[in-house]
């Protein structure tokens, strides 16, 4: 059940007698990895997004494991769906709505909250609900002044860029990035044979586009027949194993960022 999750730290593994005696439970990080059921092009499985934010977790605590050992961070079991309604038209696509997904951290931080935890990080892993756990984590800290939330995109600890293929522009979906990583995490849920670069319908706009500082609202169809938005051709797991340790090294850094610095504020 914990898959890349070193044992030792999944949460679920733990009884209530552990947590009970857990040293400065206020102090520990627990770690929900939010994912996504989703379709990724003809080539690539519909979990890569719930499998790349707990496989980049499961590596960046093993990294805490060796660097670390003394913080305490649990990850919770992931959840696997979220939500992912821009691309439901294709088949597979499982999506919760924005209020379902908002109901679900606000219920599982309320139950940590009650449990004596105070530091939640919400690791997410799909890029259509950043909002969402931006909500939830504001809600939870407004609800309870001493829950310290974090809201963060698992992509986003360090520059991966430069590792890419250069001759791949305005990837966003199943394209270079995120096949070379389920190359080096998963290689048999990849069919490469069936891999096509497709980048996506312009919009006329000049300044506008589907993600950056300016966005208008899409859904896959508006953007992509194949489901593909980029160049997943010349993928290859030995730079997607880069990408996954340069990634984890920095959430580990974080991860006892957390732990060490951020005060706990009286209720």
């Known amino acids: 059940m914990h898959g890349p999750i070193p044992e030792h730290r999944f949460f679920a593994y733990l009884t209530w007698q552990d947590i009970a005696a857990l040293p400065d439970r ?11 059921i989703e379709q990724h092009g003809p080539h690539l499985p519909l979990n890569v997004d719930s499998a790349i934010v707990n496989g980049i977790l499961g590596r960046s605590l093993q990294w805490l ?15 696997f769906y979220g939500k992912s309604n821009e691309h439901l038209a294709l088949p597979g696509t499982i999506s919760l709505s924005a209020t379902t997904l908002l109901s679900l951290v606000m219920d599982i931080g309320h139950s940590l909250y009650r449990s004596g935890f105070r530091k939640l990080l919400l ?32 992509w986003r600890s360090a520059n991966y860029k430069p590792l890419l293929n250069p001759a791949e522009t305005l990837g966003m979906h199943a394209g270079d990035a995120e096949t070379c990583v389920m190359l080096a995490l998963d290689p048999d849920r990849v069919r490469m044979q069936r891999a096509q670069a497709e980048m996506p319908f312009i919009h006329p706009g000049k300044r506008l586009g589907p993600k950056g ?14 489901g593909v938005i980029g160049d997943p051709t ?23 960022e957390i732990y060490d610095y951020y005060p706990i504020a009286q209720p």
């Open 26 to 36: 206020e102090r520990a990080v627990v770690i929900l990895p939010v994912g996504a």
């Open 65 to 79: 494991d060796q660097q670390r050992p003394d913080v305490v961070a649990y990850a919770l079991p992931p959840l």
């Open 123 to 154: 690791l997410n892993g799909h890029g259509g609900q950043p909002q969402i756990l931006d909500i939830a984590a504001t809600d939870l800290h407004e609800r309870y002044p001493d829950f310290w939330t974090y809201s963060c995109f698992v």
């Open 213 to 226: 500082a300016l966005t208008y609202a899409w859904t896959i169809q508006d953007l992509s027949q194949s």
């Open 234 to 256: 010349a993928a290859a797991a030995d730079r997607g194993e880069q990408i996954i340790e340069l990634l984890a090294r920095n959430w580990a850094e974080i991860l006892a």
